[in-house]
């Protein structure tokens, strides 16, 4: 039989009372007032993306803030939420305008990310930004973008939370800007189970599919190199010149047969009309048996450059730190492996 214990004139089961000063204590440790560092990092644990959120001050000042609190509410209407401090510098801005639009940022845009989070009365210079329809300023990039129409705006304690209603969405297939811990991140998807080798070649019938690595790698090649070659016709130079070219600007003076040495794992074999264009041209100059680019050679070989150097810059951000490493390493150790018998090229 439970012991009663007798407090005033209430009887009270002992079990009753202890299990209640164990629940007050658990209540202590685990959910009041938390210290606001722990209850910090305990909320950092929570992956977030991470968004630029613009709008226009009662002046049509553009505005923005850095914000992770950003999240999906409904589908059916189409609405999202933010919430941002009520010490924010912007927030009338946004209390204001009717509007704002969320650029959700790619992993290459962690710099962008912190500009928008340091209060400053020009957080826009240097951007390319343009206004939307109702002024608000669009980021000239971004891995998704949701204009919203102020739909709510709620109290949420030391924050105001704001519903959108979103009128206008974009993707651009960038990988995403991650926080978590307080740290920027990327993301990365975990594996797929493994799926059963797929034949790349049928040696019988002549047909490949797109498993057959060195077939990627030609695509690759070609489609990268589009821009470049594209631009040498329009100046009428030949792929065989570029490569000469290349590889003066690389190595200085070189006699011509050396350069067709060189030059043998590209499968262009330059011959003595080759050499005589690039001559009549004037980017290349004789010098007794060698031949070295001109300084008309190099402004040209370098305009020619820009262009891979630009699709480069572009091309980088739709992967991650991680896969570009990857892919380095791989490209060098596929260059390594097949190329023993090919001469240093510089
Ligand atoms: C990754 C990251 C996420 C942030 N998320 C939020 C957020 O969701 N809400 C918020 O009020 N502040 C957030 N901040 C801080 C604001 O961006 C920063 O305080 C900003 O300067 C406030 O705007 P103000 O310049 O108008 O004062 C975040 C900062 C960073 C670096």
């Known amino acids: 039989m439970s012991e009663k214990i007798r407090i005033s004139s209430y009887s009270f089961d002992k079990y009753l009372i202890l299990r209640i000063f164990t629940l007050c204590f658990l209540r202590k440790f685990i ?60 927030m009338p801005a946004y209390q204001n305008s009717g509007g704002f639009n969320v650029h959700v940022l790619a992993s290459h845009q962690s710099d962008l990310s912190n500009q928008f989070a340091r209060p400053s009365d020009d957080k826009f210079k240097d951007i390319d930004w343009v206004p939307c329809e109702n002024g608000f300023p669009l980021l000239p990039e971004y891995a998704a973008l949701f204009r919203c129409k102020t739909h709510f705006q709620y109290e949420g304690g030391d924050h105001i939370i704001f519903v959108g209603e979103v009128i206008e969405y974009q993707t651009h297939n960038f990988p995403v800007l991650v926080f978590h811990g307080g740290k920027y991140a990327e993301a990365k998807q ?22 057959f690595l060195l077939y990627l790698l030609s695509r690759a090649h070609f489609q990268t190199s589009y821009p470049t070659r594209k631009a040498c016709r329009e100046i009428g130079m030949s792929e065989a010149e570029y490569f000469c070219l290349s590889l003066l600007a690389m190595s200085g003076s070189l006699s011509e ?27 290349i100059n004789r010098d007794g048996k060698n031949v070295h680019i001109s300084e008309s050679g190099r402004e040209t070989f370098i305009k020619l450059l820009a262009h891979s150097k630009a699709l480069e810059e572009q091309l980088l951000k739709h992967f991650t730190d991680e896969e570009l490493a990857e892919a380095s390493k791989f490209m060098k150790r596929l260059i390594d492996i097949t190329g023993s018998d090919i001469p240093e090229l510089w």
């Open 31 to 90: 959910m009041s007032e938390p210290d606001p560092h722990q209850f910090r990092n305990a909320l950092g644990q929570f992956a977030t993306g991470v968004t630029i959120v613009t709008t226009l001050d009662n002046d049509a000042k553009p505005v923005g803030v850095t914000a992770s609190s950003f999240n999906s509410v409904s589908l059916d209407p189409p609405l999202v939420l933010w919430s941002l401090a009520k010490t924010a510098h912007s």
């Open 190 to 211: 975990k594996s797929a189970p493994a799926t059963p080798a797929r034949p790349g070649v049928d040696l019988n019938s002549g047909q490949f599919s797109d498993d």
């Open 257 to 283: 047969d050396d350069i067709v040495i060189r030059l043998e794992h590209t499968g262009h074999h330059p011959d003595a009309e080759i050499f005589a264009r690039l001559l009549r041209k004037s980017w």
